[in-house]
């Protein structure tokens, strides 16, 4: 079965990336939920997709600093929307208590000591990154933690990709999967999780190729097609 991955949460009545959204997904039955995370500048853990908060805040000097000179206390006064804020990595964790499995990708730079440290002991969570030396970091701090690498492009070599960076799950732009490449990953023992498809002719062709996961912005129709087939 094609593992069903939510991106970002579910952002019918939430805005993504924040503990509403992601508890909606996976009230919707997706078996993963695709994160952002960077951290502040008093070093917490948030779950956010820019570099800079979305959303309105009354002290606008706030919206023109990046999250990674924001203490955690300043990103709470930024409202998204229906009362939801921007969540530390830890609440999210506890709100979610392994419900889904978390798929949390790497964004700021530098955190990757203050990430391990929070995901000890953590059920149900991987991590994955475009900056593949953030997963070779990780690797080396903990090694049992489950590790992908985000591509936009198709390799040469994609088993090299992964063992470069000492990964397992290659995320893959969804326009550059075809059979052959699925079959060079699974050879090397690795998973092709697909990204972001959101239409029933994509998620046919991706289940031709055989991938292992589709991420999605629209998991539940997802769901549906895939278990109805």
């Known amino acids: 079965m094609i593992e069903a991955i939510s991106h970002r949460g579910s952002r019918a009545a939430h805005a993504e990336n924040t503990i509403g959204a992601v508890l909606a997904a996976a009230a919707e039955g997706a078996e993963g939920v695709e994160i952002d995370v960077h951290s502040t500048s008093d ?119 992964l063992r470069s960076a000492s990964a397992t799950d290659l995320w893959q732009h969804h326009e550059l999967i075809d059979g052959a490449l699925v079959s060079e990953v699974h050879g090397c023992g690795g998973r092709v999780i697909a990204w972001t498809a959101n239409e029933q002719m994509e998620w046919a062709r991706l289940a031709e190729a055989g991938v292992d996961a589709i991420c999605t912005d629209d998991v539940l129709r997802f769901i549906k097609w895939r278990d109805g087939r």
């Open 43 to 161: 070093g917490v853990i948030v779950v956010h997709h820019d570099y800079f908060p979305r959303g309105t805040v009354a002290d606008r000097r706030l919206a023109s600093r990046p999250i990674a000179n924001l203490t955690f206390a300043e990103l709470q006064e930024f409202d998204l929307g229906a009362g939801d804020r921007i969540p530390s990595l830890a609440e999210l964790l506890q709100a979610l208590d392994g419900r889904a499995r978390l798929y949390v990708e790497i964004k700021g730079r530098g955190c990757e000591v203050a990430l391990v440290e929070m995901l000890r002991g953590a059920d149900n969570v991987a991590v994955h990154s475009f900056d593949h030396r953030c997963i070779e970091r990780v690797a080396e701090l903990a090694p049992s933690l489950s590790r992908g690498v985000l591509q936009g492009s198709y390799m040469l070599d994609n088993c090299m990709a």
